[in-house]
């Protein structure tokens, strides 16, 4: 399957997506555009297949607290707010789930959080896990934080969970959305 993974254009129909989750239905139909073109607040990359969207990640940034990391990264790091990558949304259409889809979103994810390091500073990406995916992120290496700031207003919680970026690095090397100049 020849899978192109880019920005959403504004243009794009969102109207026939369907997870098998309503909430994610919605918030990819209705918010994920105005989120990008209007207010600023996220990004949505969407995975496209003969034109038709198959699947998207919302990411945002964030921080996290020192105190909220496992333990092994807190004595490496200064006792401050740190800045991460929250991937806010992720989905894929019922009709293409299973075929890796997530997973080209999830590279692409990660080649933002590196070049989000780069520019910026990043220590690695907190997902807002809805119930039932945690091991799917598990897969990835992700592990549970305690509750932080600025999670999801949703019943039932979502878990945050962690994925430091130097683990991104040793398991997919340096993903890049392009080459450097
Ligand atoms: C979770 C989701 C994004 C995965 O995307 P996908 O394109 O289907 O996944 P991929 O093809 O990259 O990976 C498939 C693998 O992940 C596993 N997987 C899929 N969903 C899983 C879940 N919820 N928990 C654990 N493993 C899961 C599959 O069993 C498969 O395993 P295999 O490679 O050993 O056969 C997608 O199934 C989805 O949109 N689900 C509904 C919405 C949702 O739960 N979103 C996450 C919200 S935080």
Known sequence: MAIEVRLLGETDDRSSFQSGDEQLNLFFRRYAGQNQFRH??????????????????????????IENLPPS????????????????????????????VGEHLMRTVFSVAIELREKLGCVGVVVDAKRGA????????????????????????????????SAVVQAFGIPRLRKPN
């Open 40 to 65: 600023h607040i996220g990004t949505t990359y969407v995975a496209v297949e003969s034109e038709t969207i198959r699947g998207f990640a919302t990411v945002t940034v964030g921080h996290v607290e």
């Open 73 to 100: 990264l807190r004595k490496k790091l200064p006792d401050y707010p740190l800045p991460i990558l929250r991937l806010a949304r992720l989905a894929v259409d019922r009709n293409a789930q299973g075929k890796g």
């Open 134 to 165: 945690e091991n799917y992120y598990s897969r990835y290496g992700f592990v549970k934080l305690e509750v932080i700031e600025g999670a999801l207003e949703e019943r039932p919680a979502p878990k945050p969970m962690f994925l430091s970026l």
